[in-house]
Every structure is written in C-alpha cells, then in structure tokens.
C-alpha cells in the first residue's frame, strides 16, 4: 500500500509541476483502480498520448481466483471458515503490461468522450495450487487436503479498448474490457479506473483524429 501511495503521489507530483509547453500538446495520467473478471484483483497504469492521437501505457495487474484444481470435497475447516477463505488454495496471476494504442474522440473536438484502442506485449507471473493430497491429521481444524503453490511464467499479449471520460483537465474515469492471450493461461475481464494527472492538453487539436 505504501508503495501505491508513492506511485500516485509522484504521478501527481509530475503531471500538475510538468512544463506549459508539454501540456500544451501532451496528456499523462495515472489510471488505478479494481479488475473483475475471471481473475480478480488491481490493476495500476501510467498513460502517455500524443495530441490525443497516440497513446502508450505501462501497467500493472494483479488477480487471484479459486483453484481449479482445487477437489470436490475440498473443505478450508475451521481456518478456512475463521479467514473468511483468505487460506484456501488460490491461482494468483501478475501482468506487466506494455501498451501502445490509438485514440479516437468521440464527441466532436472537445473530445468530452474517447476511446483508447490499446494493445502490447505483457509479462505474466503465475502461482497455482497443485498436487493436492488428503489430509490425515487435524483436517477438521486445517482443511481435508494439503497442496503445494506452484510457479510459473509466460509471455502474452492483451487488447485493452479503453473508454475514457475525462471531467476535466485532471480526473476522470475509464472502463476497459481486456482479454491478455498467452500460453499458460487466459486472462479476460473488465476494469473500472480512476485517471488522474493531465488528461488534456491545454492546446485542442482541430482533427477528430
């Protein structure tokens, strides 16, 4: 959370004591917020774009979901219950994400609304519950299996169109379906983010494009 913080506070830091000339023409904002889908979690991003015309993101997403190999008659016990399920088996995936898109206004020059086509390598981290085993001691108390958390790595690539609406020159709000393609798992959903920093230039492009 620290580190979280940190981030924000160095992106705001940049964005309101950037130079007049680079916000005249550029946009750069932080996006943060909660990630749904079948992985659940966070995702963080910092966004650059060009003129409204061109954009780039590098981010970060985080999520876990139940274990698909967890067993039918998987029970967490008394812990389980007491944690409210934080230790049972989970599969846990992080993605680095390096973004590069096009953007499109969508409500005349003012560009009130737009959308984000972005798409790029990522970089994804994976921990999975495997080889589970019946529990012979204390199942009631600990769970009726025991399991181990494997790891493992791969490189995907993501689509991530993002509707941005900006309700000013520094905040506002973006929804992005996403579906990140790589060899080890699928990752797909929807994320709800916060922006904040500059999101837009203080010189209006004339192009819709």
């Given at each position: 959370?620290?580190?979280?913080?940190?981030?924000?506070?160095?992106?705001?830091?940049?964005?309101?004591?950037?130079?007049?000339?680079?916000?005249?023409?550029?946009?750069?904002?932080?996006?943060?917020?909660?990630?749904?889908?079948?992985?659940?979690?966070?995702?963080?991003?910092?966004?650059?774009?060009?003129?409204r015309k061109w954009s780039?993101?590098?981010?970060?997403?985080?999520?876990?979901?139940?274990?698909?190999?967890?067993?039918?008659?998987?029970?967490?016990?008394?812990?389980?219950?007491?944690?409210?399920?934080?230790?049972?088996?989970?599969?846990?995936?992080?993605?680095?994400?390096?973004?590069?898109?096009?953007?499109?206004?969508?409500?005349?020059?003012?560009g009130r609304f737009r959308?984000?086509?972005?798409?790029?390598?990522?970089?994804?981290?994976?921990?999975?519950?495997?080889?589970?085993?019946?529990?012979?001691?204390?199942?009631?108390?600990?769970?009726?299996?025991?399991?181990?958390?494997?790891?493992?790595?791969?490189?995907?690539?993501?689509?991530?169109?993002t509707f941005e609406i900006?309700?000013?020159?520094?905040?506002?709000?973006?929804?992005?379906?996403?579906?990140?393609?790589?060899?080890?798992?699928?990752?797909?959903?929807?994320?709800?983010?916060?922006?904040?920093?500059?999101?837009?230039?203080?010189?209006?492009?004339?192009?819709?494009?």
């Amino acid at each position: 959370m620290k580190q979280f913080l940190l981030i924000i506070f160095i992106t705001l830091y940049t964005g309101f004591s950037a130079s007049a000339q680079f916000a005249e023409n550029n946009s750069l904002y932080l996006g943060f917020g909660p990630t749904v889908g079948n992985y659940s979690g966070l995702d963080l991003n910092f966004n650059y774009a060009l003129q409204r015309k061109w954009s780039a993101q590098i981010g970060i997403k985080s999520g876990i979901r139940g274990a698909k190999n967890k067993p039918d008659d998987f029970s967490g016990g008394i812990l389980g219950i007491l944690s409210r399920g934080f230790t049972n088996p989970k599969d846990e995936i992080t993605s680095y994400q390096f973004l590069v898109g096009k953007m499109i206004l969508l409500e005349g020059e003012e560009g009130r609304f737009r959308l984000n086509l972005l798409t790029g390598p990522s970089i994804n981290k994976f921990r999975n519950a495997v080889n589970f085993q019946r529990s012979t001691e204390n199942g009631v108390i600990f769970g009726t299996y025991t399991f181990e958390m494997e790891k493992d790595s791969g490189i995907g690539w993501m689509l991530k169109p993002t509707f941005e609406i900006p309700l000013g020159k520094v905040i506002g709000f973006g929804v992005s379906p996403y579906a990140n393609f790589n060899s080890k798992r699928m990752a797909y959903g929807l994320d709800l983010q916060v922006l904040i920093g500059i999101l837009q230039p203080s010189r209006q492009s004339k192009s819709r494009y």
